[in-house]
Nanobody, 115 residues
Framework: QVPLVESGGGLVQPGGSLRLSCAAS????????MGWYRQAPGKERELVAT???????NYAESVKGRFTISRDNAKNTVYLRMNSLKPEDTAVYYC?????????WGQGTQVTVSS
């Protein structure tokens, strides 16, 4: 069973919006923080946003005011709403989930912002 299943990436024009989703399988227990990271070509993977079980959020400065992270604890699912997308947001976006004893990564979903 794949631990994390991502969806929602694609091609969008500058200024457009996308929503990413990531569902954690039932095999993952005691989830604490869920989040999104991204990696652009030739760059290191970087944090985009995280959210705790209690709803506390943390955002990279570059996405504050444009991206919104949320989660449904009952469904073990995390979302990333991305508005006002810029070409520099182009990257592979990875879902991340942390429990007390383990960390899981999704397979990545491509987001391309281009006219």
């Amino acid at each position: 069973q794949v631990p994390l299943v991502e969806s929602g990436g694609g091609l969008v024009q500058p200024g457009g919006s996308l929503r990413l989703s990531c569902a954690a399988s039932g095999s993952i227990f005691s989830i604490r923080t869920m989040g999104w990271y991204r990696q652009a070509p030739g760059k290191e993977r970087e944090l985009v946003a995280t959210i705790t079980t209690g709803g506390s959020t943390n955002y990279a400065e570059s996405v504050k005011g444009r991206f919104t992270i949320s989660r449904d604890n009952a469904k073990n699912t995390v979302y990333l709403r991305m508005n006002s997308l810029k070409p520099e947001d182009t990257a592979v976006y990875y879902c991340n989930t942390r429990t007390v004893i383990a960390e899981y990564w999704g397979q990545g979903t491509q987001v391309t912002v281009s006219s």
